[in-house]
């Protein structure tokens, strides 16, 4: 049998980039010939099997053929007949579609190394259209390599608005779209990823709700950019570069879908945007299957991240009301995160990038106000129950009123 570096590690270590998993190619061997090695099988999928040292994957070499909708719709072939070629050309990407051997020589059939070198992310054969999935890799790929000046391939953005207004997309499932729509969100450039998505229509078959935010208006004293899809866009990308975490960035990406919702006699202004968009937001966590943390940010930001830019005219009261829908007595990450989220809404806006945003520290401040307040001093004046709950919000909101008040001194 041969073994191959195949995909990433190869793609990568050509790009001077760091190589973090590696996944392998057998040519020539049988599953039984390999169980006799030691190597455990994985997945019911397909013949990979795992290293029984490094735990790397190593895939017997195959050919696949589609025979039905969606990604169980695909037979596979393995045998030791099927070559190395005949394996490479069913991967997505000619970029992807390299192998090496252990002496670093290099088997590239279908030019993916003058595809690095041109910048090009380029589809290896029309079996491309075979799996809906390749429509997303593509678009992280591009987010991932758009700074060393990526593009997709005119003729590969084409197959992928084929596929997309094909209705294809429809057959993805939440579990396969989520683990690329979330790897995307981390790269550095996930605007690229949503940029992309939009350029071949797939956008608009996955997220309508994102998609419908282009060419919708806003007010230009506020957002200079006056686009709802560009802020949007703008939003992700201050994420991205102020390392925000993927709860973030997915609150980010759905923060204003309500936006989507305003009738145009209305525009520039969306009014109660921020509860209309509630029902879309949640929509789109719910056709993802997003985590919980994830779910629960985006639908916490989309109510609140006006009172976070007004945070410093909120009456006590209000400061007391938003402090306690984020239960910040308890959950003191996810209020830190809402901050994030609304500071990156606020810059994410045209020429407004590098303003400064005294709401976050006044919103920090306001919450350990609200935390301090002890508890045990009303036990002992007798406070139970009920009534030690209002009790408890008595002493926040006068917390929150000399909090306030020192604050405007
Ligand atoms: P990453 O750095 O994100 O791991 P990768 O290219 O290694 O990138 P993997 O998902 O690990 O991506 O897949 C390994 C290889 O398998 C890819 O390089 C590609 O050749 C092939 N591959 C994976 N998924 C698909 C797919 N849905 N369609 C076609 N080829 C695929
Ligand atoms: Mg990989």
């Known amino acids: 049998m041969q073994i191959y570096k195949v995909g990433g590690a190869v793609r990568d270590r050509l790009l001077g980039k760091p190589v973090t998993d590696i996944d392998w190619v057998v040519v020539g061997a049988t599953t039984e010939e390999m ?16 290293h029984p040292k490094s735990g790397e994957e190593y895939a017997l070499a195959r050919t696949e053929r589609k025979s039905g909708r969606g990604y169980g719709g695909f037979t ?5 007949e099927v070559t190395l070629e005949e394996d490479l050309i069913r991967r997505d990407l000619t970029i992807n579609a390299m192998a090496e051997d252990d002496q670093q020589n290099l088997t590239d059939p279908y030019h993916g190394q003058r595809d690095l070198e041109s910048r090009i992310l380029r589809h290896v054969s029309p079996a491309f259209a075979e799996d809906p999935l390749r429509v997303l890799r593509v678009a992280r790929f591009a987010a991932r390599y758009a700074e060393l000046g990526f593009t997709v391939a005119p003729e590969t953005l084409d197959l992928m608005r084929q596929l997309s207004e094909s209705g294809e997309l429809e057959a993805l499932t939440a579990e396969r779209s ?3 729509i979330s790897r995307a969100l981390m790269e550095d450039q996930p605007q690229v990823f949503i940029q992309v998505l939009r350029d071949c229509t797939a956008l608009k078959v996955l997220m309508p709700e994102v998609d419908a935010l282009f060419g919708v208006p ?16 703008s939003v992700l990308e201050q994420a991205a570069l102020h390392k925000q975490p993927l709860t973030v960035r997915w609150a980010c990406l759905l923060h204003d879908l309500g936006k989507g919702l305003t009738p145009e006699e209305e525009w520039p202004r969306h009014i109660a945007h921020e509860h209309k968009g509630l029902k879309l937001i949640k929509a789109v966590n719910e056709r993802f299957k997003a985590p919980k ?17 007004r945070a410093l ?3 006590p009261s209000t400061l007391l009301e938003l402090l306690q829908s984020f239960d910040v007595y308890r959950r003191p990450q996810r209020f830190e995160e809402f901050i994030a989220a609304c500071e990156m809404d606020a810059r994410g806006r045209k020429g407004l990038e590098q303003r400064s945003y005294p709401q976050a520290d006044y919103l920090r401040g306001a919450a350990t106000a609200a935390r301090s307040v ?17 009790a408890i919000k008595r002493e926040r909101l006068k917390a929150l009123k000399a909090y306030k008040e020192a604050a405007s001194a």
Request: glycine share 10%.
């Open 35 to 50: 169980l006799a090695k030691g190597f455990r099988p994985v997945g019911a999928d397909f013949p990979v099997f795992l």
């Open 76 to 80: 596979f072939h393995a045998s030791p």
């Open 178 to 180: 989520w683990k690329e």
């Open 218 to 233: 806003q007010p230009e004293a506020h957002h200079p950019e006056i686009d709802t899809g560009v802020h949007t866009l």
């Open 293 to 309: 943390d994830c779910q629960e940010l985006a639908l916490l930001v989309g109510q609140y991240h006006t009172h976070g830019h």
């Open 313 to 315: 005219e909120l009456k």
């Open 374 to 390: 002890a508890v045990q001093p009303l036990l002992e004046k007798g406070f139970t129950g009920p009534e030690l709950g209002e």
